[in-house]
């Protein structure tokens, strides 16, 4: 696909552009709540750890509440995007700079159930304690090797994730996530783990034969059913779904 582009000559470039030195959180605003904002925030802090970055801890207050009005300014349920950078620089990988905040805010729009198709990663897996900028760079160019537009992630005849989120698996009586290189650490994800009602393990394509349910986590939709994957249907009112809605549905900041 060929579009008109437009061209600039500068002397500064931002840094997460010129070198993918950002990370990014990704979360529902819902009547000026957001679900986790700590553990967003820590994590958003691990990432820039890793590039030397750190900020002030009197920053979350001020940073939280740009996102808050930003939301506020659309709608009473916002998809709110929070991305750090190290900032605009002049050329050089030891150049200094400023680290820059971008907020990104749009109208929540519930997802219908989805269907799956197992894909295989053609890229090395690093772990994913964070969301780094760059690791969805690699899932771009994975996506033009695929010919759906829902994939679950697999690798080696491992389940890793759908495209922007956790899986987790009801098989046996218990939910399974899958852990390990390529997975991120996703705050629903561990949210439910600390409940005590998932677990995480691996995943082997073999057992999705036997998955009587299956959902999507992550901190948009909180919990996306699935219907089908690869065209195998899945009960999508199955009790377990149920319970893992009601562990969410009293908390701030949450709507199913």
């Known amino acids: 696909m060929s579009a008109a582009i437009n061209i600039q000559i500068i002397e500064q470039l931002d840094r997460g552009i010129s070198y993918a030195e950002s990370c990014f959180e990704t979360f529902r605003v819902i009547d000026s709540s957001i679900f986790l904002w700590d553990k967003h925030w820590q994590r958003l802090q691990l990432a820039l750890q890793s ?4 900020l002030d801890d009197s920053e979350q207050n001020r940073v939280r509440q740009h996102c808050l009005d930003a939301a506020q300014s659309i709608a009473n349920d916002c998809l709110v995007r929070l991305s750090i950078t190290g900032g605009a620089a002049s050329w050089g990988l030891n150049a200094t700079a400023t680290p820059e905040v971008y907020i ?9 159930d989805v269907l799956l198709k197992t894909v295989e990663y053609p890229f090395p897996f690093i772990p994913k304690p964070a969301k780094f900028t760059s690791d969805y760079a690699l899932t771009f160019r994975a996506m033009q090797q695929w010919d759906t537009d829902s994939p679950l992630i697999c690798k080696g005849g491992s389940i890793i994730s759908g495209l922007t989120a956790n899986i987790a698996l009801f098989i046996d009586g218990k939910w399974l996530t899958p852990n390990g290189d390529g997975v991120l650490q996703g ?9 005590g009602v ?9 057992i999705l034969i036997n998955t009587e349910a299956a959902v999507l986590l992550n901190a948009g939709s909180f919990v996306q059913v699935i219907s089908h ?22 908390q701030d900041g949450v709507q199913l």
């Open 51 to 54: 590039f030397g970055i750190t």
């Open 104 to 112: 990104q805010a749009l109208p929540f729009q519930k997802k219908a």
């Open 187 to 195: 705050t629903i994800r561990q949210f439910f783990m600390d409940k």
């Open 198 to 206: 998932m677990t995480a393990a691996s995943c082997p394509t073999s």
């Open 229 to 250: 994957i690869d065209n195998q249907p899945l009960d999508t009112n199955h009790s377990a779904i149920q319970k893992l809605q009601q562990c969410l549905e009293k």
